[in-house]
C-alpha cells in the first residue's frame, strides 16, 4: 500500500511543480524512515526508486501537457 502512496506522491509533485522542487517529495520518506522504529532498509529503497519513479512520469505528463498548450 505504501508503495501506491509514494508513486502518487511523487506524481503529484513531479506534475505540480518543476525541478529542482519536485524533489522535496523526497523528503516525506526520509522523514517516515527517520521516524520509523523498525527501519527496514528494503521498504526504504523501494519508497525512494517508487517516489523517483513518480517525479519523472509526473515531469512528463506536465512536459506533455505544456506541448499540447503550446
Given at each position: 500500500?505504501?508503495v501506491?502512496?509514494?508513486?502518487?506522491?511523487?506524481?503529484?509533485?513531479g506534475?505540480?511543480?518543476?525541478?529542482?522542487?519536485?524533489?522535496?517529495?523526497f523528503?516525506?520518506?526520509i522523514?517516515?524512515a527517520?521516524?520509523?522504529?523498525?527501519?527496514s532498509?528494503?521498504?526504504?529503497?523501494?519508497g525512494?526508486?517508487v517516489?523517483?519513479i513518480?517525479?519523472?512520469?509526473?515531469?512528463a505528463m506536465a512536459a506533455?501537457?505544456?506541448?499540447?498548450h503550446?
Amino acid at each position: 500500500m505504501f508503495v501506491v502512496i509514494f508513486f502518487l506522491l511523487g506524481l503529484c509533485f513531479g506534475f505540480a511543480v518543476r525541478l529542482p522542487y519536485a524533489l522535496f517529495a523526497f523528503a516525506v520518506p526520509i522523514a517516515l524512515a527517520l521516524a520509523a522504529s523498525d527501519r527496514s532498509g528494503s521498504a526504504i529503497v523501494i519508497g525512494f526508486v517508487v517516489t523517483g519513479i513518480g517525479v519523472l512520469v509526473g515531469l512528463a505528463m506536465a512536459a506533455r501537457a505544456n506541448e499540447q498548450h503550446a
